[in-house]
């Protein structure tokens, strides 16, 4: 806190002019906070310890921090938490471990902890497991789709090793099962929402799809989507072979703007990516400009819309910041990964970072939680593991904020852990 005062109050301003001739002259030591005060002007009284040159013993100063405004008052504990973590990124401390004991505030909403004996490198993973990644992503889109406000183009990445497609762990039925849940996600509350998945690129013998997309189109159309008559959700699918029948609430497509129809909501894009001699950029944008005029919202799932260089030319120099700006364009509503030591691939996972949309209030910034991953026991039938926040950012943070917080090996905790059971269901996103 002795950081926030000297960054947002006038004794860090006293302290550098009285410094400036003679460094050490005039030290502020500790901080205490004396009263937050609700009212209509918030802010908080604190008490700062200085230590003089000269005097034996340390002065005390005063001063206030302003609260930052809240549109609807301070009704909540979560409310308060807000403010402080706001505060807490103002005073320029990326490594302060303020934010951590801040996301644990007595009365808070717990939006942030992960359960206990994920084993996330053992795969397949348990329907807890796989279940807690659906509801997840599909409370971020819905509540991105809830509160957007200009430009509808969001993103999600969620990369644990069964849907992460550079590893050969990934699994296309999780991500298919993703994708169905997150589109019940919306139809159940009756919106149409497009599933589509990139066709085939290229000319003439160089005509293809990425292979981690190869038949995923067919295999999406063909799984159990409990839309047959007498399931439970009967209708949402139309399965009639006519041409002029009626779309159902869920529909399938491809990556253009022939797909996109006037009554669609949502439009889901699966993995779209390039390929050596063929880019996804001109008919992924041609599909979000068809998108925008019709209102509907464009989510892509993992994309991966970096340039493949190649002899032909294809996504050259010519035309790489539009490219690079477009794939910018699209804002991250939801984040998940593992991390490892720099000098391994997979194992150990010494940790993760994650950030949902639907964790924060709608006219907040969402914020990115380091988690550092502990662990008990010698194997996964004897043993736990947790997911310990030690970190949060406003920002995506880069490795050279996250590798203070995470060790290069795995701390093995010395006392036997409680496991939290796995939940099927998630309201944090």
């Known amino acids: 806190m002795l950081q926030w005062v000297m960054k947002l109050t006038d004794v860090g301003k006293t302290a550098s002019k009285k410094n400036a001739w003679s460094n050490g002259s ?5 901080c205490a906070l004396t009263e937050i005060v609700l009212g209509p002007a918030p802010h908080m009284l604190l008490t700062v310890s200085v230590e003089e040159r ?3 013993e340390r002065t005390s100063v005063s001063t206030t921090i302003r609260l930052p405004p809240s549109p609807y008052g301070y009704l909540l504990v979560d409310d308060l938490r807000s403010a402080l973590l706001k505060l807490s990124f103002d005073s320029g401390d990326p490594l302060s471990n303020t934010r951590r004991q801040l996301l644990q505030l007595p009365g808070s909403s717990d939006t942030w902890s992960l359960p206990d004996d994920l084993w996330l490198n053992s795969t397949p993973y348990t329907r807890e497991c796989r279940h807690l990644f659906y509801s997840e992503v599909k409370h971020a889109m819905q509540a991105a789709v809830a509160n957007a406000d200009g430009p509808r183009l969001f993103k999600v990445t969620v990369s644990p090793p069964e849907l992460n497609m550079e590893m050969d762990s990934y699994r296309v039925g999780t991500l298919l099962e993703l994708i169905r849940e997150a589109g019940f996600g919306f139809a159940d509350h009756g919106m149409r929402v497009r599933c589509c998945v990139q066709g085939s690129m290229g000319e003439g013998a160089f005509t293809g799809v990425p292979r981690v997309l190869s038949g995923v189109r067919k295999v999406m159309s063909m799984m159990d989507w409990q839309a047959n008559e007498g399931e439970e959700r009967e209708g949402f699918i139309n399965y009639s072979q006519e041409e002029d029948a009626a ?3 869920i529909r399938f497509g491809a990556v253009g703007a022939d797909e996109v129809q006037p009554d669609d909501d949502v439009i889901i894009v699966i993995a779209p990516q390039s390929m050596v001699g063929a880019s996804i950029y001109e008919s992924l944008r041609a599909m979000t400009d068809a998108a925008a005029a019709v209102g509907a ?11 493949r260089q190649s002899s032909s030319g294809v996504m050259s120099v010519r035309g790489r910041s539009e490219r690079m ?3 910018d364009s699209f ?16 194992f150990p996972i010494l940790g993760c970072l994650r950030m949902s949309c639907a964790a924060a209030p709608a006219d907040q910034t969402p914020l990115y939680v380091l988690y550092q991953r502990r662990e008990t026991g010698l194997r996964i039938g004897d043993g736990h593991e947790s997911y310990t926040p030690v970190g949060v950012f406003d ?4 490795s050279d904020l996250i590798t203070p917080y995470i ?15 796995t939940p099927t269901t998630t309201t944090s996103g």
Do not use: C
């Open 331 to 346: 804002k991250e509503i939801f984040h998940f990964r593992l991390l490892y030591s720099g000098t391994t691939f997979m």
């Open 247 to 249: 779309e159902g609430l």
């Open 297 to 307: 919202t464009v989510i892509l799932i993992n994309p991966l819309l970096q340039d």
């Open 54 to 56: 000269g005097k034996n």
């Open 395 to 398: 920002a995506e943070p880069g």
């Open 26 to 30: 005039w030290k502020p030591r500790e």
């Open 407 to 421: 060790p290069r090996e795995v701390e093995k905790l010395s006392t036997t852990v409680t496991a939290t059971p």
């Open 325 to 327: 700006a477009y794939a």
